[in-house]
């Protein structure tokens, strides 16, 4: 199994930057893609961003695009994200995912229930 550690979420006020950190606990594990979704207070699970692992290919939800960046780290089955001009509608808890390499062609944008996820990370701007 899978173990995913989120850091370096936090309070912040609008227009501040913060970087969210998610590691693998396994060094070795096959990945495919990661990526970040977020959940705020009366809605559902929101894609943010992902980063294809071989290739490096990236997607964006249109809300974020331009302000956030995810990057990786593939020696250290890491994933970055970079979120600048953070304003108060940013408030949620992020997640982290991360999705093995199928048999089929998966996007971007598509992880399950059945991938790994973090326990998620608390990020609350304030205007």
């Known amino acids: 199994q899978v173990q995913l550690v989120e850091s370096g979420g936090g309070l912040v006020q609008a227009g501040d930057s913060l970087r969210l950190s998610c590691t693998a606990s396994r060094r070795t594990v096959s990945i495919d893609r990661m990526g970040w979704f977020r959940q705020a207070p009366g809605n559902g699970r929101e894609f943010v961003a992902a980063?294809?692992?071989?290739?490096?290919?990236?997607a964006y939800a249109d809300s974020v695009k331009g302000r956030f960046t995810i990057s990786r780290d593939i020696a250290k089955n890491t994933v970055y994200l970079q979120m600048n001009s953070l304003k108060p509608e940013d408030t949620a808890v992020y997640y982290c995912?991360?999705?093995?390499?199928?048999?089929?062609?998966?996007?971007?944008?598509?992880?399950?229930?059945?991938?790994?996820w973090g326990q998620g990370t608390q990020v609350t701007v304030s205007s």
């Open positions: 980063i294809r692992w071989s290739v490096g290919t990236t």
């Open positions: 995912a991360t999705a093995s390499p199928s048999y089929g062609y998966k996007a971007l944008t598509s992880f399950s229930a059945s991938d790994y």
